[in-house]
């Protein structure tokens, strides 16, 4: 009863400090996506993927980075963090056809 | 970046009340989705609406697709405790990669037992 599962479940950076958030999902779904929640702006897009080696930009992506080098995993890249990603980060992922995007429980990450 | 307006930001109910919610967009979506998040969980999906007008139950909870196709409604009837939670709406737009949703902001659901 996997789904989709988000590695850390909590992390804490210092600012500039790298890391990578994973998202691994065991549906064989095509498409993966990274969300950010913020207090009071709902979830935002920061990348999504519609397939391996495919990735594209969503609203928010400046400061993250994706690759998609197999269809079960997607992980978001934190080059150099900042305060201002301090967020809880939500993967999803959605097979063919399906409305339903199945979301992780999230990484709350804070940079200080 | 564009945004759904949802509404109310927060409501404070008692167990066994109705409860309506709404979103409103400028702009048209072909799809409406309804989530509702737990503390410390992702959201999961409550409701789906395709087509303009149209009305889905899903138990106690109601949704329908605005016919101007800019808004759409969440009810639920008779409220438990297990109701809390954080409810939003998502939309896609029309031409817009089908896993691409637009988030509202939420609504914070209390039900006082």
């Known amino acids: 009863n996997a789904g989709v599962t988000q590695t850390p479940k909590f992390q804490v950076l210092k600012t500039g400090q790298s890391m990578t958030l994973q998202c691994a999902q065991d549906m064989n779904h095509e498409y993966m996506s990274w969300y950010r929640q913020d207090p009071g702006m709902g979830l935002r897009l920061i990348h999504y993927s519609v397939g391996a080696g495919i990735t594209d930009q969503g609203e928010v992506p400046n400061g993250y980075n994706v690759s998609r080098s197999t269809t079960e995993d997607f992980p978001l890249r934190l080059l150099s963090a900042a305060p201002s990603q301090t967020s809880v980060y939500f993967c999803?992922?959605?097979?063919?056809?399906?409305?339903?995007?199945?979301f992780g429980q999230g990484t709350r990450l804070t940079v200080v | 970046g564009q945004q759904l307006n949802q509404s109310p930001q927060s409501m404070f109910i008692q167990e066994g009340e109705d409860v309506s919610m709404n979103c409103t967009s400028s702009?048209?979506?072909?799809?409406w989705l309804w989530y509702k998040q737990d503390p410390g969980e992702g959201p999961v999906l409550l409701i789906a609406l395709y087509k303009a007008g149209e009305l889905t139950s899903n138990g106690r909870l109601t949704a329908q697709f605005g016919i101007t196709r800019k808004d759409s409604f969440l009810n639920i009837s008779a409220s438990i405790p297990s109701d809390v939670g954080i409810y939003f709406c998502?939309?896609?737009?029309?031409?817009?990669?089908?896993?691409?949703?637009?988030f509202g902001t939420g609504t914070l659901l209390a039900v006082q037992p």
């Open positions: 998502a939309g896609r737009l029309p031409g817009g990669a089908t896993n691409k949703l637009i």
């Open positions: 702009s048209i979506f072909n799809t």
């Open positions: 999803a992922s959605k097979g063919p056809g399906q409305t339903e995007a199945f």
